[in-house]
């Protein structure tokens, strides 16, 4: 309850701030108008002419209410910029218009005044004045300040986009910078290391061959997870051939009690991928998945391409979830919900994660978009529908 208390304040202080903005707004606009008249004006109309001016504001104002509620309909369907920039030309045209037909109707009730005669209404300073408000012309300024009002909008509105992305990348390496740390944490750990080299120092007497492979597969997963930078994308072959190499790894310490294969398809190898996002999956699997029974493990992990031309990466493991554990809820290792948080960083709604158990098998599942790297001719999506 109190986190969500906290969480709506933010929200509340920008609205009261762009409230304060734009009322601040249009009360200088109307009083300028205001001010632009003082010196040409009789005393005795100052009191008629200021009202006149600021009803003409709250008309203003409150057509920009209804522009900002259709430029943020607008916003939701992503357009580009051709398509917003005629938008605003559209709106603030057909809002002017209507800004000036609306402060006709208002302005006879403005000029209403007791106290004055009526010839002294028909002074020539105020006759020029009220002549130009129902001019072409004026209609004309309406929609100039209309359509600033629209340009300072979208200026303001992009600036945010700039400072919320700014937000999510640094957010976004800090969780990859979080995950690096974790895995040499919990995975590149002495004592993970001890085993490897004994499984390795064994298998000198008994196969060289298969000794030397293993020393050359454990040099090329340290070099990929002590050098490399967490924050950069790789392809998705790159992300493999590290998993192999711990895969392989552990198959020299569980021997037969643990079966892995690793398959990605040609079309999405090239694709890239944020580091790191996969092999904690991986890792998961082996630590919970054989803590699971004494029965043999059994981890397949594989990336495809799906019907809509996107990545899907799986890393099915037999065994079963613990009671309470879904997609939604906190992973083991550095953690289910780090990798959630990560790719919607990243990606927005436009990837998914899911976490299911279907017969005997624990399915853990990434779907995110297929993206190649600059200057790729083509993309996943294209190879796939040529393939």
């Known amino acids: 309850m109190m986190g969500g208390l906290l969480a709506t ?29 003082l010196p040409h004006m009789p005393p005795h109309m100052r009191g008629i002419m200021l009202a006149t001016k600021m009803s003409r504001a709250v008309i203003g104002m409150a057509l920009s209410l209804v522009m900002l509620m259709l430029y943020r309909w607008l916003r939701s369907r ?19 218009v209507l800004w000036m037909r609306l402060f006709q109707l208002v302005l006879p009730a403005s000029l209403r005044h007791p106290d004055v005669p009526r010839a002294e209404m028909t002074l020539p300073v105020l006759a020029a004045d009220m002549e130009s408000h129902l001019t072409a012309g004026s209609t004309v300024e309406m929609v100039f300040v209309l359509l600033a009002w629209s340009g300072m909008y979208h200026a303001i509105v992009h600036w945010r986009d700039l ?4 937000r999510q990348m640094h957010e976004a390496q800090r969780l990859a910078h979080h995950a690096q740390v974790a895995m040499l944490s919990y995975q590149i750990n002495p004592h993970f290391l001890f085993n490897a080299l004994n499984s390795i120092r064994a298998m000198i007497a008994e ?16 070099r990929y997870t002590l050098t490399a930078d967490a924050t ?20 020299i310490r569980f021997e037969e009690r643990l079966d892995a294969q690793t398959y990605v398809d040609p079309h999405v190898a090239g694709c890239r991928i944020p580091r ?10 082996i630590k919970h998945g054989r803590a699971a029974g004494g029965q043999p493990l059994h981890l397949r992990v594989r990336a495809a391409p ?67 790297p600059a200057g790729s001719n083509a993309t996943a999506s294209g190879a796939i529908q040529h393939a």
């Open 232 to 251: 950069r994308h790789v392809t998705v072959a790159e992300e493999f051939e590290m998993i192999d190499g711990y895969l392989a790894i552990e198959a």
């Open 78 to 96: 992503r357009p580009g910029i051709a398509v917003t920039v005629i938008a605003a030309w559209a709106t603030s045209a057909v809002f002017g």
């Open 163 to 166: 400072q919320e992305r700014e």
């Open 276 to 285: 790191f996002i996969v092999h904690p999956l991986v890792e998961n699997a």
């Open 306 to 372: 799906s019907a809509e031309g996107r990545v899907m990466i799986s890393v099915r493991n037999t065994g079963a979830l613990k009671p309470g554990r879904s997609s939604g809820a906190q992973g083991f290792g550095v953690g289910w919900k780090n990798i959630r948080h990560r790719l919607e960083l990243l990606y927005g709604s436009d990837a998914h994660f899911t976490v299911v158990e279907q017969d005997g098998w624990v399915v853990v599942t990434i779907d995110m978009p297929a993206v190649m």
């Open 207 to 222: 196969n060289q061959r298969r000794a030397k492979d293993m020393v050359t597969q454990l040099a090329v997963f340290l």
């Open 9 to 37: 304040r933010p929200r509340l202080s920008a609205f009261w701030m762009t409230t304060l903005i734009q009322v601040s707004g249009w009360f200088a606009y109307g009083l300028s108008t205001f001010l632009s008249l």
